[in-house]
């Protein structure tokens, strides 16, 4: 009975260890697994920042060349307000006397389209 009990016993025991090699294993298993999606996650990581990178170095060298546009379009705005400026200081009072001169001299004249009441 005693080798019998014995017998039993090593089995409990042999099935414990397996027991705990297969726990082991699971969480060697599970390790991994982590290990594996953090190295995964710092690449994309390090992929997403080189794309971003690259993006911004195509956005400068774009937008650089459209902010010199933009300085040259209002470089010719002001140039043109200042045109249109001084044009109307030169000519402003020309032409309000030109225009008080047609408004105040009247011309009276019979317009072509009158006609007397006798002719009809």
């Known amino acids: 009975m005693t080798s019998h009990s014995q017998g039993i016993h090593q089995l409990l025991q042999a099935e414990k260890r397996a027991k705990e090699k297969l726990e082991e294993a699971k969480k060697r298993k ?47 705005t002001k140039a043109k307000i200042n045109g249109l400026v001084s044009n109307h200081e030169q000519n402003s009072e020309k032409v309000l006397q030109d225009l008080l001169g047609m408004v105040c001299e009247i ?14």
């Open 107 to 120: 011309k009276p004249e019979i317009h072509i389209n009158f006609r007397e009441a006798g002719f009809l």
């Open 30 to 76: 599970g390790r991994r697994l982590k290990q594996a999606k953090d190295e995964a996650q710092a690449e994309i990581d390090q992929y997403r920042l080189q794309r971003e990178r690259e993006f911004r170095q195509k956005q400068d060298s774009i937008m650089g060349s459209q902010g010199n546009l933009l300085v040259k379009v209002d470089e010719q």
